[in-house]
Structures are given as C-alpha cells and as structure tokens.
C-alpha cells in the first residue's frame, strides 16, 4: 500500500507533464498502472490534488522576460550541486539536491513545492527556502539513477539569469512566491541562512526520534532508539516498516481507512466539536502541564488556579460557567496529589515526554506520548492523568490502553533510569482525586497489558486493505471529504 501521499501526485503530473496527457487520461493511465496499491481514500484526495496543482500553477504570475504565452518547460532530471572537497570520503564533502517541480525556459529556473494542505497553513522555513534558492542558482542536472546510493553524476547547463521558488496547496488551490531573483541574491540567502546550519549537519548532531521514526531505514541501528524484540507481541516483519501508537489503534478500531489515512497524513477537516466535557479535560490537562513545566521543578499548590471561576482558558482550550468552575477545582485538587510535593529539591519533571521504541520482530516504530515521567529521590515514575465524572469499575488497563503500552514499556526497560519504572494513574473527579498505583512489575499485570495491546495491535498489523467502516464514526472523522464511502453513514 502506497505510504507516501504526494508520489501519487507526481506521478500523475508526469504523465500530464511529459507525456502530455490531459489530467483526465493521466488519472486514468495512473490507477491502471500504478504498480502500488493505494487506497480509495488517496485516489479521491490524488484526484483533487492534481486538480489543484493545475489551477494554483495557471494562477503563478509570469516572470519578467518571459515572452506570452510561453510558459517555462516542465524538467525532467533533478537539480544539485556538490560542495567542498573534490573527494567524496572527506567529511567535508556533501551534495545538495531539489526535488518536486522543475521548470525552466528563458534563463529561468523554478522549483514549485507541492503541499498537501493549503500554504497558508504552510509556516515558512527560512533555511529550506535558502538552501532551495542556492541549489537552484547553482546546480547542475543529475545524470545518475535516484535509486543509486553514491556520489551523483552531474551534467552541464548554462547558469540561470533569474530563480524562483513557489509554493502550491493542492488542497485549496493556493500559491505564494517564497523568493524570486538572481543567482547572486540566492547564493548571498543561501550563505546567510544556511551556512552555519549545513556546517552543524556535517560536524553531527543529536539525534531526535519521533514520529519520522517509522519511515527512516535507520531506524534499526539509531543509537537513540532502544530495540526490543517482541514489545508488541507480533512475530512478523514482512510487512512494510510502520509506526503505531494507541491513537493509531484507537483510530483502527473506528475504522481503519481513517488510521491509514491520519498515517498518509492527508488534509484534515474540522470534525464535530468537543463536548464541553471534553474541553474542560483538555483545559486542566494544560494548565497542569504548564505548571509541570516550571524550573526548577516546583509543587503544585492549591492556589494554583486560574483567577476567574467563570471564564478562563489555556493554550486554546477555553471554558466557562459550570466546566470552570469543576475546572478550577480537579486543578486544586491535582496539588493535593501531585508527584512533586514530597521532595522537591529532589525532583525532576518532564511533561509530555515522547518515547520511541523499535520492534524488530514487528518490524513497528513504536510512539507513547507520556503525560508526566518524574523522578523524586532515585525512582522513576510514569504517571497518566485523567479528567472522569466518576470513577469507573472498567479494567484500567482496558479503560485506558496507554497504560498496557506504559506497562509493557515499563517491562521492557525503556524507560528513563533504565531500570524498574513505576506507572500510576491520577484520576480528578468531581469529588477528588484518585491515584492508583498500577503495580507494572507484577506477572499478572504484564500479561494482562500484553492481551489488552495485542486487541489493539493485531488486527491492524495484519491489514493491509485498510476498508471504511462507514456509520457513527464518520460524525468525527476528519477524513470524510476524501472518503468514498462516507455518505453511507447511518445512525448506529
């Protein structure tokens, strides 16, 4: 199943471009002879993106000089160029290289940058727009195969008068011109923006796992992502290297065309909105984590609310009247119950904390997005917190399939301390709150975690069709506009 969604794109606007087909007969000559699979879903949103594609680029201003009607020429090879050394094994030698549109013609040279969404939902990367224009000026055409792994083979070209780089939203139609001007202009961007940041690259860095994890190669050898054959309790790696976190499985389990969906990373929709329930949840989850956030690490206090009980908000979360107020008050009682109230001085906190573990035998990335991990003293702690009208009489570990990964993570040894890590669940109710100690070393706790994750990994491991489950799920999903089954909803 096809994983990249913009490759559908381009391979129809090289049929389009190169073989000159009208989009129409590229659609068709695409979903025929595609040698991928792809899911219904990536064919509707294909479809648009093209549409969108060719209306945003007949929008594009012409450029100076440019005769009418003489658009510039769709280019086919690549552009790079190769800096430093003269010697490929030198540490100082590297080649840069611009990929999606290339057009030129006139002494022109245009990159246009394909985005899934809208460009004015696109920040600008000031260090990509550089280094883009520097490649652009300064680049030759690559002769090799993009499938080879060594130093590229680079043709000749006469050096461009003018460069420009655009950049279109296939979702809405939209463009913006990101930089235009000479080859002189590029290199002095170039050298201002990016110079310190390529010698940073070259030199080496930290490495930083998250969710990309799950479509680096490297991810089997990254020192900074511990291995742990069987976390998921799958003994399968022939399918393609995948990530999956318990919003994943929980997505899955609505209907898996939308996991796949969220995985391709196509242009979301508004869903219905929050219950007020929900919201005041997510507003006390902030505030907490913000308070979490402080340094040095300091305790929770009562009094360490929001100063109106009618109307307060945090980090786009807002609520009023009877959900402030409750709000307010699972707050004051979170510092009744906070993990750094006993030792302070001792105390370390790291709020929303992501971990990231790779299961060779499911060839899967695995991503947990902690809550809280605290140390007090030499004890490391996971701990969940959760905002509930009353306490429920559910298995926690089902209720909450987070806490089976932290367990099983926990088991694994994963986590910070590289020894025992304790999980606890922080519950702020409307009459106090409840923090349960999950007792994560215990066998039978294992085994449970282990069953309650195997429901939520199992099925979607082993699909790869991903079909729609149209019906009540599709009220919230963010996905309907490219579904083709989402009109079926029903009421049940």
Known sequence: MTRWALGPLHDVLDLIEFQSLSAQDALAEWRTTSERPFHPGL????????????????????????????PLEPVSRRWARQRGSQKPADPDWYEEMVTDRRYAGHGIRELRVARKGSVTDSPRDEAEIALAVGVLAGGLPVLSSKWEKKRLTLGRSEPPRLVRLVEIGCADASHRILFEGTPEEAFARYDSDVRARVDKMIAGGSYR??????????????????????????????????????????SYRKCPARAHLEELFLPREDPAEDSEAVVRGKAVHAWIENRHRRT??????????????????????????????????????????????????????????????????????????????????????????????????????????????????ADAGVLPGGGPCAVELERLTGS???????????PDVIAQARLVLTEYVASWHADSRYPTKPGKACEECPFTRWCPDAAERTDT
């Open 43 to 70: 064919d509707h949103w294909t479809e648009h993106a093209v549409r969108g594609y060719l209306a945003a680029s007949e929008q594009i201003p012409a450029v100076s000089g440019v005769p009418q009607g003489e």
């Open 296 to 409: 040095p690490p300091q305790p929770c206090e009562p009094d360490d609310t929001p100063g109106s009980a009618e109307e307060w908000r945090r980090e786009g979360w807002a609520v009023t009247g009877l959900q402030a107020r409750l709000g307010i008050q699972m707050i004051g009682d979170h510092a009744l119950v906070c993990p750094l109230r006993d030792e302070p001085d001792s105390a370390e906190a790291h709020p929303e904390q992501q971990i990231v573990v790779y299961d060779p035998d499911a060839d899967v990335v695995v991503i947990a997005k902690t809550d809280l991990l605290y140390r007090v003293a030499d004890r490391w702690t996971l701990r969940e917190t959760k905002t509930v009208k009353a306490l429920s009489k559910h298995d926690l570990l089902e209720e909450y399939p987070q806490l089976a990964l932290a367990v099983l993570m």
């Open 209 to 250: 796992p998250g969710k990309d994890c799950g479509r680096c190669d490297a991810v089997a050898t990254c020192p900074e992502v511990p291995s742990r054959p069987g976390l998921l309790g799958i003994n399968d790696s022939d399918g393609p290297l995948r990530s999956w976190s318990v919003t994943t499985g929980r």
């Open 432 to 442: 106090g709150p409840v923090v349960t100690d999950l007792e994560a070393a215990a």
